[in-house]
C-alpha cells in the first residue's frame, strides 16, 4: 500500500508545517509499504524526514502560476465549473466568486492531471494507493475527479478552520461535488465534524473526527513562584490572532494593578511585524509590565523554553480557530489557558484546565480574566494538572497518529 500525502510545503519548511506532519509521517511509515509527500510548493530548507519516507517535487514543478493561468483559461470547458455556476446562481456570477471558482477548477485540472500522468508514468496501480490531503481544497477535488475513471483509487482529506468554515472564509466552489467523491473526511475537531454534518447532511457517513495531536514534551512547565505574572501566546500576526487585543490587555491588566509585575512573550511572526510591536510596547507599556517577541521556534525548541522558564498561562483570543497546535503544546506542558469561545479552542479549554471568553471580549475583560490567575493561585495551580490530564486524554500524538493511520490502512483495504 502506498500513501501519497499532499501538503502546502513539507518537507520544506516554507509553510513550517513540520509542526502538524512531522509526527504523522513517522507513523504512517509504520504503516504503509510507502510513504511519499507531495508538496505543492518545494522552497526553503528541505527538513529531516522518516527513514524510507520519499519526496516528490513533480507535482511542486507542476503546479507553477504559468500552468494555472493556463488552466484558468481552459476551466470555461469543464463541466464542474458549469455545473458549479447553475448550483450557485445568481450568486456564482458575482465576480469574487467567478474569480475564486476560475482559480479553483484551474487547480484541481491540474492536480488531476498530475496524478494520472504520475500513476502511468510509474506503473503504480490506482488499487494500491491512497491519496491524504492535509488541506481541503482544490487539491483534493482533483484527486478525487480521477476517481471517475480508476474508482479503486483511494482518497481523504483533514480539514482544519479556513479550508472548513464557509461562513467565515468564503464559500468553497464545487464543495459539494467533491463531499460526494471524497472517501473520507476528517475534521480536527468535534466541532468541524457537526458543522459538516448540518451543511451538508447527504453525506454524513463520510464525516469522521480524527484530532491532531502532540507528542510528550518530556516535562511539565512550572508556575512563577516570585510573584510575577507570566504570560505565554504563540501564533503568527494574522488578524484573526488579534494580537493588537492581547497587547491591550496587558496594557490594562498592568494599569489596573500597579504592584502587579506581569511578563508576557508571544511566540512566532515575521520580523518586521515583531520590531513594530516591540516599539509599541516600548512606548505603551507601563513600568510594571514587560514583553519580548522572541520569534518561530521550532516544537522542540518552544518545549525547551516552556520546560526552562515560567508560565502561569497561556493565551488565544482568536476571532476563529481550528484547533490550535500552539495550544495543545501549552496544555502537554501543563500551561492553563484562557482563550476565547471559538472553533476548536471550546474542545480544548475545560473548566478543568482554564478559562473560556467570549467570542469577542474587551481587553478590559481579558484583563479581568488575567489578574484571577494571581487572586486564585490555588485554583490555577489545579488547573494546570487539568491541563496535562486534557492533552493525555485527547492531543496525545501517538494514540492519535496510531489510530489515524489505522483508519487509512481499513479505507485502503475496503
Given at each position: 500500500m502506498i500513501v501519497l500525502l499532499f501538503s502546502t510545503s513539507y518537507p520544506y519548511d516554507y509553510a513550517t508545517e513540520q509542526t502538524f506532519l512531522k509526527g504523522e509521517?513517522?507513523?504512517?511509515?509504520?504503516?504503509?509499504?510507502?510513504?511519499?509527500?507531495?508538496?505543492?510548493?518545494?522552497?526553503?530548507?528541505?527538513?529531516?524526514?522518516?527513514?524510507?519516507?520519499?519526496?516528490?517535487?513533480?507535482?511542486?514543478?507542476?503546479?507553477?502560476?504559468?500552468?494555472r493561468l493556463v488552466e484558468s483559461v481552459l476551466a470555461i470547458f469543464s463541466k464542474e465549473f458549469y455545473s458549479d455556476i447553475k448550483n450557485r446562481f445568481p450568486s456564482s456570477l458575482q465576480p469574487s466568486y467567478l474569480r475564486r471558482l476560475f482559480s479553483f477548477v484551474a487547480g484541481a485540472n491540474l492536480t488531476r492531471k498530475w496524478l494520472q500522468h504520475w500513476l502511468k508514468s510509474n506503473r503504480i496501480s490506482a488499487d494500491e494507493v491512497i491519496c491524504n490531503t492535509f488541506w481541503f481544497d482544490e487539491l483534493t477535488m482533483g484527486l478525487s475527479l480521477v476517481k471517475e475513471t480508476q474508482p479503486s483509487l483511494r482518497v481523504i482529506s483533514r480539514a482544519h478552520g479556513y479550508d472548513l468554515y464557509e461562513e467565515l472564509y468564503g464559500d468553497w466552489p464545487c464543495r459539494p461535488r467533491v463531499v460526494e467523491l471524497i472517501d473520507r473526511l476528517f475534521p480536527d475537531s468535534d466541532i468541524g465534524a457537526n458543522y459538516l454534518r448540518e451543511k451538508y447532511p447527504?453525506?454524513?457517513?463520510?464525516?469522521?473526527t480524527a484530532l491532531l495531536g502532540v507528542k510528550d514534551p518530556g516535562g511539565l512547565a512550572k508556575p512563577s513562584e516570585d510573584g510575577v505574572l507570566r504570560l505565554v501566546s504563540c501564533s503568527?500576526?494574522?488578524?484573526?490572532?488579534?494580537?493588537?487585543?492581547?497587547?491591550?490587555?496587558?496594557?490594562?491588566a498592568a494599569k489596573k494593578r500597579p504592584a502587579q509585575r506581569i511578563e508576557w512573550s508571544h511566540f512566532?511572526?515575521?520580523?518586521?511585524?515583531?520590531?513594530?510591536?516591540?516599539?509599541?510596547?516600548?512606548?505603551?507599556?507601563?513600568?510594571?509590565?514587560?514583553?519580548?517577541?522572541?520569534?518561530y521556534q521550532s516544537q522542540r525548541e518552544l518545549f525547551q523554553t516552556y520546560i526552562a522558564n515560567p508560565a502561569d498561562v497561556f493565551?488565544?483570543?482568536?476571532?476563529?480557530?481550528?484547533?490550535?497546535?500552539?495550544?495543545?503544546?501549552?496544555?502537554?506542558?501543563?500551561?492553563?489557558?484562557?482563550?476565547?469561545?471559538?472553533?476548536?479552542?471550546?474542545?480544548?479549554?475545560?473548566?478543568?484546565?482554564?478559562?473560556?471568553?467570549?467570542?469577542?471580549?474587551?481587553?478590559?475583560?481579558?484583563?479581568?480574566?488575567?489578574?484571577?490567575?494571581?487572586?486564585?493561585?490555588?485554583?490555577?495551580?489545579?488547573?494546570?494538572?487539568?491541563?496535562?490530564?486534557?492533552?493525555?486524554?485527547?492531543?496525545?500524538?501517538?494514540?492519535?497518529?496510531?489510530?489515524?493511520?489505522?483508519?487509512?490502512v481499513e479505507i485502503r483495504k475496503r
Amino acid at each position: 500500500m502506498i500513501v501519497l500525502l499532499f501538503s502546502t510545503s513539507y518537507p520544506y519548511d516554507y509553510a513550517t508545517e513540520q509542526t502538524f506532519l512531522k509526527g504523522e509521517v513517522e507513523i504512517l511509515r509504520k504503516r504503509f509499504e510507502r510513504v511519499i509527500l507531495i508538496p505543492r510548493i518545494a522552497k526553503g530548507n528541505l527538513l529531516p524526514i522518516p527513514e524510507g519516507v520519499e519526496v516528490d517535487t513533480s507535482f511542486a514543478e507542476t503546479f507553477t502560476l504559468g500552468r494555472r493561468l493556463v488552466e484558468s483559461v481552459l476551466a470555461i470547458f469543464s463541466k464542474e465549473f458549469y455545473s458549479d455556476i447553475k448550483n450557485r446562481f445568481p450568486s456564482s456570477l458575482q465576480p469574487s466568486y467567478l474569480r475564486r471558482l476560475f482559480s479553483f477548477v484551474a487547480g484541481a485540472n491540474l492536480t488531476r492531471k498530475w496524478l494520472q500522468h504520475w500513476l502511468k508514468s510509474n506503473r503504480i496501480s490506482a488499487d494500491e494507493v491512497i491519496c491524504n490531503t492535509f488541506w481541503f481544497d482544490e487539491l483534493t477535488m482533483g484527486l478525487s475527479l480521477v476517481k471517475e475513471t480508476q474508482p479503486s483509487l483511494r482518497v481523504i482529506s483533514r480539514a482544519h478552520g479556513y479550508d472548513l468554515y464557509e461562513e467565515l472564509y468564503g464559500d468553497w466552489p464545487c464543495r459539494p461535488r467533491v463531499v460526494e467523491l471524497i472517501d473520507r473526511l476528517f475534521p480536527d475537531s468535534d466541532i468541524g465534524a457537526n458543522y459538516l454534518r448540518e451543511k451538508y447532511p447527504q453525506y454524513k457517513e463520510k464525516y469522521e473526527t480524527a484530532l491532531l495531536g502532540v507528542k510528550d514534551p518530556g516535562g511539565l512547565a512550572k508556575p512563577s513562584e516570585d510573584g510575577v505574572l507570566r504570560l505565554v501566546s504563540c501564533s503568527n500576526f494574522h488578524p484573526v490572532k488579534r494580537i493588537d487585543l492581547l497587547l491591550e490587555s496587558v496594557i490594562i491588566a498592568a494599569k489596573k494593578r500597579p504592584a502587579q509585575r506581569i511578563e508576557w512573550s508571544h511566540f512566532g511572526g515575521a520580523k518586521e511585524i515583531r520590531e513594530q510591536y516591540i516599539q509599541r510596547a516600548a512606548d505603551e507599556f507601563p513600568a510594571n509590565a514587560k514583553t519580548v517577541f522572541p520569534g518561530y521556534q521550532s516544537q522542540r525548541e518552544l518545549f525547551q523554553t516552556y520546560i526552562a522558564n515560567p508560565a502561569d498561562v497561556f493565551l488565544n483570543v482568536s476571532s476563529t480557530e481550528g484547533t490550535s497546535v500552539a495550544m495543545m503544546e501549552a496544555v502537554s506542558c501543563g500551561i492553563p489557558v484562557i482563550a476565547t469561545a471559538v472553533g476548536g479552542n471550546v474542545e480544548v479549554v475545560r473548566e478543568k484546565n482554564g478559562f473560556l471568553l467570549g467570542e469577542n471580549p474587551t481587553p478590559d475583560e481579558i484583563a479581568d480574566t488575567l489578574l484571577q490567575v494571581c487572586d486564585d493561585r490555588e485554583l490555577w495551580l489545579e488547573k494546570r494538572k487539568g491541563s496535562r490530564e486534557v492533552w493525555q486524554e485527547r492531543y496525545n500524538e501517538t494514540t492519535n497518529f496510531e489510530a489515524f493511520a489505522q483508519k487509512l490502512v481499513e479505507i485502503r483495504k475496503r
